[in-house]
């Protein structure tokens, strides 16, 4: 973080490390969230939708109506809840990488997301139906998934082994994936209500949905700060961290229920969505070195970029209608997962 | 001086004797075979023409034809309509009530034939495919195989409006994927686990570019795609199957052909090259067969990439430790298969889940058994 | 034996060059280049050096694991390379280093694989095939232990039945990639008497050994190799010399006279440097001479 050491000149150089790149992904923030008001898949183009946001057109022509409406009630909040879940998904594959002391960790491929979408799906039949209910329950899964791995990478030295673990994930998610299409089979009618949720999209989220998951957002942006650099020194072994007066447990409980926070609350209001948590870590490492809390800190922008390009991509490419959003992360991540496997030696965390 | 002298040598002499190839060559007249199999002598091929036939793997082969035919007998029996076994076999022969034998010749024969076919099919690539990479997580199913058939052959439903997933088309996607997979992990043999997880990239990009063609497609077409790609025996389509069938029986014959170099290929590499197997060539014949066999199953029931672990992983277990199971698991896959099937059609009557999700939901556990129990060798 | 050691070796190879990696990215490495070695008939030869010197990949070139880049591997005069792979098994066993066995494989089972080269389709099991496989467990002293699992036996047993394996090929060459790595002492006496009774019995034994001392006392012809060059061949007796030893490890050593064999022993060793790598080595011919 900013009060990082003190340590003379490579302190400067590392918070300018931080900050050039970090202005750089703002500024592409802000253009996407730009991009992402005026692109859309139906007719109110990027022309006028320019002209809707910046020169108040004269005279309500119905046209203009429909654009200020489709603009404010739609792409708005669709926009605000790409930032929150891309954020979201950042952070948590950031430091689930951390946890797992392994690059190839990712909420959506460790079985996370799966295990919030099997938790959502069988409160549905099992009878609920309230959209708050919605929130705490995916991230009652999302920690029981991410227990489930975890402790099956305890086993067995697993964990040690970060191309195993991520089978077991992929295992588990698969599985998981598998009981929630027989859960949906069951219950034609909590079918119905997800099945536009399950595939991971944005398209329709309101601003009351973003609500429903501000508390949960705020609490682990609470605990991140308050563990990030227990968590760097973590990086450094276990033995390392004991000695500089570190928790590595409790920390480590804690970093876990951030993600199982996050991740709940973002499969919540935009159905599982894979890949993100690999690939935002891994550019920001890419970008600012293997330090957690320069990861940290420069996934609070590339989430929300990913998640957001994507989402414009996926309203453009098959219009008039729209592509789910996982599909275009699986898209996007694949080739990255492909690429960390590839790399001669994986980088250990 | 030499290094060995003369004492430590004449310890040793007898023991060289009877080391050398010359030495004591008595005619036995009664070949005795190895403890546990047959020798069946070959009159044919002059006096060494023999086989040696495992009698455990012999013993559990038939086993798993009679559960087999117990289950298809089951099957042909259950659904919608039950019949009883009498009634069955009449309609079977042609008799009896006319509705029975349409039932029957009709709805459940080819779907029994599809169920065994593909069961057989899968596992007997699952097989292949674990032997060649040395690895029993690595199945056609989980390095991202059966994703690119499907995707190639949903293409085909959607570009040229042909019928669903011709076999050539799932042929081309799985061995696009396959390349992608083998090419991208830099070959199988020294990188272990991670050409599985390049699989699953290589898998998940087809899988994303099926769901991406579903969405362009009307919601009909898409409709009917979709049983299948979940993985269903509803949607096979006869020339597929035949088709299936064909390359089935061609692999039955050349995997028994090329059994023996596989069992030579558990060991390490450099055993089995200084075994006379040319490793090379053995994995890749044994590789194109997996693919082959995996997509034109996967062009009859979609995805049901699950049978091609659990088929070799039931296989082992009925059979002899001492090979490679290959028909044992053709045989345990079709049970799978047929297991499975009967069991969607049972379980949420009149509802029927489709076998991928019958055979996800007991193949999971089991994947998660195999990477999880007590670390021994993994193949 | 020593009368054996003009004849010409069934085994050799000329202007040999092996590596890894292809192509010209940075994988690409050169083990070997230009390297010429006969192995005697009929007798031990080990081949010795330090670490990363590239014998196990000589080893591996010779017995065709490795495809050289250039130069030929013969064997009775024909280019190995041109051999189909059975016939190569029926004349040339090879004991490889990273001996995995599939689980639950007892002992009988594994020797029975190395009759695979002389078996087909349709000719699974001999006469010939049982009283090999018979003779070769007898010979590695494991008559008693073959229905025993891999996983059950130690070290020791373990290696003498994959050299029986080996045995069991029926080949009049055996070629050894560390034999005894991993083994305590008792279990290394084990697996080279066993060899020395295989050459006794007229086969010819390549093998790759880590322990100079045991190279000198159970090995014919030694060929001490660094940086994928040979620095010299001959009798153990011949050619090493602390010159030797120092070359090769960088240790300055007192050579002593095995009171029995008379194979020399180190002793009194003393690190000097670091062990050399790269082309400042001693040539071989200058060593050569240098021998007792």
């Not at chain 1, 891309?86 to 952070?91: C, H, N, P, T, Y």
């Amino acid at each position: 973080m900013t009060t990082s050491r003190r340590g003379g000149a490579p302190c400067g150089e590392r918070r300018r490390a931080l900050v050039i790149p970090g202005l750089w992904l703002l500024g592409a923030l802000g253009l996407l969230c730009l991009a992402s008001l005026v692109i859309g898949a139906g007719d109110v183009g990027p022309l006028t939708s320019l002209r809707t946001l910046f020169f108040q057109p004269q005279g309500l022509t119905a046209a203009s109506e429909e654009a200020r409406f489709v603009i404010l009630e739609l792409r708005g909040p669709r926009t605000l809840v790409g930032l929150a879940v891309g954020a979201a998904l950042g952070v948590a594959g950031a430091l689930l990488q951390a946890v797992a002391r392994n690059p190839l960790a990712e909420p959506g491929l460790l079985g996370v997301s799966a295990g919030s979408a099997f938790a959502i799906a069988l409160a549905l039949v099992l009878g609920a139906s309230a959209a708050t209910l919605r929130v705490s329950v995916a991230q009652l899964g999302a920690l029981a998934g991410c227990a489930c791995v975890l402790a099956a990478g305890r086993v067995n030295a697993l964990g040690q082994d970060p191309v195993r673990l991520v089978l077991t994930g992929a295992v588990l998610s698969g599985l998981l994936g598998a009981l929630t299409s027989l859960l949906l089979m069951m219950d034609q009618r909590a079918a119905d209500e997800i099945r536009f949720w399950l595939v991971g999209s944005l398209a329709g989220r309101r601003l009351s949905d973003l609500q429903a998951i501000l508390p949960s957002l705020l609490l682990a942006a609470a605990i991140t700060l308050s563990i990030a650099r227990p968590l760097s020194a973590l990086a450094l072994g276990e033995r390392v961290a004991v000695g500089l007066g570190h928790h590595p447990r409790r920390v480590r409980l804690l970093a876990i229920a951030v993600v199982a926070l996050l991740v709940g609350a973002a499969t919540a209001i935009a159905g599982p969505i894979a890949f993100v948590g690999l690939v935002v870590p891994f550019a920001a490492r890419a970008l600012a070195g293997p330090d957690i809390r320069r990861t940290l800190w420069l996934a609070l922008p590339l989430g929300p970029i990913v998640v957001i390009a994507a989402d414009i991509v996926a309203r453009v490419v098959v219009r008039p209608s729209e592509l789910s959003l996982g599909v275009i992360t699986a898209l996007l991540g694949a080739p990255v997962l492909v690429a960390v496997v590839r790399s001669r030696r994986l980088p250990t965390l | 001086m030499n290094a060995s002298s003369p004492d430590s040598i004449s310890n040793l002499r007898g023991l060289g004797d009877t080391g050398s190839p010359a030495a004591t060559h008595r005619h036995v007249p009664v070949v005795r075979p190895p403890a546990g199999y047959w020798r069946l002598a070959l009159p044919i091929t002059g006096k060494d023409g023999a086989i040696l036939i495992d009698r455990r793997a012999l013993a559990a082969n038939l086993g798993l034809i009679v559960a087999l035919l117990a289950l298809s007998g089951l099957s042909l029996c259950l659904g919608s309509v039950t019949l009883a076994p009498l009634e069955t076999v009449r309609a079977l022969l042609g008799q009896g009530d006319a509705m029975d034998a349409f039932l029957v010749h009709e709805l459940r024969l080819p779907r029994l034939a599809a169920g065994i076919a593909t069961g057989a099919a899968f596992a007997l690539s699952g097989c292949l495919m674990q032997t060649l990479a040395g690895n029993r997580l690595a199945t056609p199913g989980i390095i991202g195989i059966d994703n690119g058939a499907t995707a190639f052959a949903v293409a085909s439903v959607v570009g040229m409006g042909m019928s669903l997933a011709p076999p050539p088309l799932a042929l081309a996607g799985a061995a696009t994927a396959t390349a992608l997979t083998f090419g991208l992990a830099g070959g199988v043999g020294t990188r272990g686990y991670r050409f599985i997880v390049a699989g699953i990239g290589v898998g998940a990009v087809f899988g994303a570019l099926t769901q991406l063609m579903l969405a362009r497609v009307d919601i009909d077409t898409a409709n009917a795609a979709y049983p299948w790609t979940m993985g269903s025996l509803n949607a096979r389509d006869p020339a597929s199957l035949w088709a299936l069938a064909g390359a089935l029986s061609i692999g039955l014959v050349i995997s028994r052909y090329i059994a023996q170099a596989l069992n030579v290929l558990r060991f390490s590499d450099s055993v089995a090259a200084g075994l006379g197997i040319r490793v090379r060539c053995c994995r890749r014949g044994a590789l194109m067969l997996s693919v082959t066999l995996t997509a034109l199953a996967v062009a009859v029931a979609g995805p049901v990439g699950m049978v091609a672990l659990i088929g070799p992983e039931l296989a082992r277990h009925v059979s002899s430790p001492r090979g490679v199971p290959l028909m044992g698991s053709a045989l345990a896959g079709a049970l799978v298969m047929v297991g499975a099937d009967l069991a969607g059609r049972l379980m949420l009557a009149p509802l029927e889940i489709p076998v991928g999700i019958v055979t996800a939901v007991i193949g999971g556990p089991l994947l998660l058994w195999i990477l999880l129990r007590p670390s021994r060798r993994t193949c | 034996m020593h009368q054996n050691s003009q004849l010409p070796g069934p085994l050799s190879a000329q202007g040999l060059e092996l590596g890894y990696g292809a192509g010209r990215r940075q994988t690409r490495r050169t083990v070997i280049e230009n390297l010429d070695i006969a192995l005697p008939a009929g007798q031990v030869t080990a081949i010795v050096g330090p670490n990363g010197c590239g014998k196990s990949t000589l080893l591996a070139g010779l017995a065709r694991l490795h495809a050289p880049r250039k130069g030929v591997v013969h064997l009775d005069g024909q280019d190995i390379q041109r051999l189909p792979a059975r016939e190569l098994a029926q004349r040339l066993a090879l004991l490889p280093q990273d001996t995995q066995a599939p689980e639950g494989l007892t002992v009988a089972e594994l020797i029975r694989f190395g009759r695979q080269p002389h078996q087909g389709l349709l000719r699974q099991w001999s006469v010939e095939d049982e009283r090999v496989v018979k003779a070769a467990l007898a010979a590695a002293h494991l008559t008693d232990l073959a229905d025993r699992t891999l996983d059950a036996m130690s070290g020791g047993q373990r290696q003498r039945a994959w050299i029986a394996m080996a045995i069991a090929q029926q080949t009049p060459l055996l070629l050894l990639d560390e034999p005894t790595a991993a083994l305590d002492l008792g279990h290394q006496l084990e697996v080279f008497e066993l060899i020395r009774g295989l050459a006794a019995a007229g086969k010819t034994v390549v093998m790759v050994v880590h322990d100079l001392d045991s190279a000198c006392r159970f090995a014919d012809h030694l060929v001490a190799m660094q940086s994928g060059r040979i620095v010299t061949a001959g009798r153990p007796s011949d050619v090493v010399s602390e010159d030797l030893v120092r070359t090769l490890y960088g240790i300055d050593c007192t050579l002593l006279s095995d009171p029995a064999t008379g194979s020399p022993i180190l002793a009194n060793m003393r690190r000097t440097r670091a062990p050399a790598v790269g082309d400042d080595a001693p040539g071989s011919s200058q060593l050569c001479k240098t021998g007792a």
